[in-house]
């Protein structure tokens, strides 16, 4: 087994500099594929990240996604809408896949011909929650945003200014007409609630990066959930040291490390010089974020200082690496 797992991030880092890279960091990744509405891009996509964990299981494995729902102007949805979606997962599934995922479209984009956004908890959803039950199948969700989305962007300190003054129809600040945090969280705490026997994932903590204390609100209450750590790094370690290292100690083994780097050209088609930087790059980063959680006193994340956590060693076991192997099962 190797040492760390990357349990959420989107790299196609195929080729020699890539393997290399993953065997210099000893370190397997979860390629998640994120379903947008350009089915043919996600897809191919997913392909990629598919033909990745069947040539290096080692190192690669991958989690599947699947189309939103389409409507009739009469409101109605599309017929056999959970039958075809299951077709495809048994298809992905079968072909390797050890979860599945739902984007942040349901719950922020998706408007039903009753003006009403679709959000996860929809019943239309229940016939693909029971089958991913039955298999033993890990569902990942990334429902909602940070609490910064909904709030001014008046802070060049805040971790998410950047991602929002660059993705403004992201920023949901002064919109009356979408959903809030809380209506999305609360649909999202239902959904989980409401299906005990399907395993979750909570990606990016779950949107709720702002406290460990509103996180822990939710593993004490769902056994079946755990949250992934992917580009909340900062919002943990901006947080009181102490807090943070006895929310991780305390829940050591529903705690999943992951960077959610986008790459998604795989590097094979890339000239050498671009591999070559990418590569020194991608592996900086990753040695940053896993050291951050081991590490005693200060050091550098993005462009901050922050301290690291300090994790006793049997802790960093679980949290970078094997707590994955717990919560999707096959990886
Ligand atoms: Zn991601």
Not at 98 to 106: E, L, M, T
Not at 107 to 136: F, N
Not at 152 to 176: C, E, I, K, T, V
Request: proline share 6%; hydrophobic share 40%; charged share 25%.
């Amino acid at each position: 087994m190797t040492a760390h797992i990357d349990a959420h991030l989107h790299l196609s880092c195929d080729g020699d500099v890539g393997l290399q890279m993953l065997a210099d960091l000893d370190l397997k990744l979860l390629n998640i594929s994120v379903p947008q509405p350009d089915r043919q891009k996600w897809r191919a996509r997913t392909a990629v990240f598919r033909s990745l964990a069947a040539r290096h299981p080692d190192r690669f494995a991958w989690v599947a996604g699947f189309d939103l729902p389409t409507f009739a102007a009469d409101g109605q949805p599309e017929r056999d809408y959970a039958e075809r979606v299951i077709a495809e997962l048994d298809a992905d599934l079968a072909a390797g896949a050890v979860g599945v995922k739902i984007w942040k479209n349901v719950g922020m984009e998706l408007i039903k011909p009753s003006g009403q956004y679709l959000m996860v908890d929809d019943p239309i959803y229940d016939p693909i929650y029971d089958y991913l039950q039955t298999r033993g199948t890990t569902l990942v969700l990334h429902i909602g945003e940070p609490r910064s989305c909904w709030r001014p962007l008046d802070d060049p300190a805040d971790p998410h200014y950047g991602y929002y003054s660059r993705n403004p129809q992201w920023h949901m600040y002064g919109r009356q007409d979408v959903p809030s945090h809380g209506d999305i969280i609360d649909a999202r705490d239902r959904m989980v609630a409401g299906h005990p026997g399907l395993r979750v994932i909570g990606a990016h903590l779950a949107s709720l990066e702002y406290d460990v204390d509103a996180v822990a609100q939710r593993l004490e209450e769902f056994p079946n959930f755990a949250v992934d750590t992917s580009a909340r790094l900062l919002d943990l370690a901006l947080q009181d040291t102490t807090r943070v290292r006895a929310f991780v100690e305390h829940y050591r083994e529903r705690i999943l490390f992951g960077t959610d780097i986008v790459d998604a050209t795989p590097w094979s088609t890339l000239p050498a010089a671009d591999v070559a930087a990418r590569a020194r790059l991608t592996q900086d980063r990753i040695a940053s974020e896993l050291a951050w959680y081991g590490k005693a006193g200060d050091m550098q994340i993005r462009d901050r200082t922050v301290q690291g956590l300090q994790l006793p060693a049997d802790v960093l076991d679980d949290v970078l690496g094997r707590n994955a192997e717990r919560w999707y099962p096959g990886l």
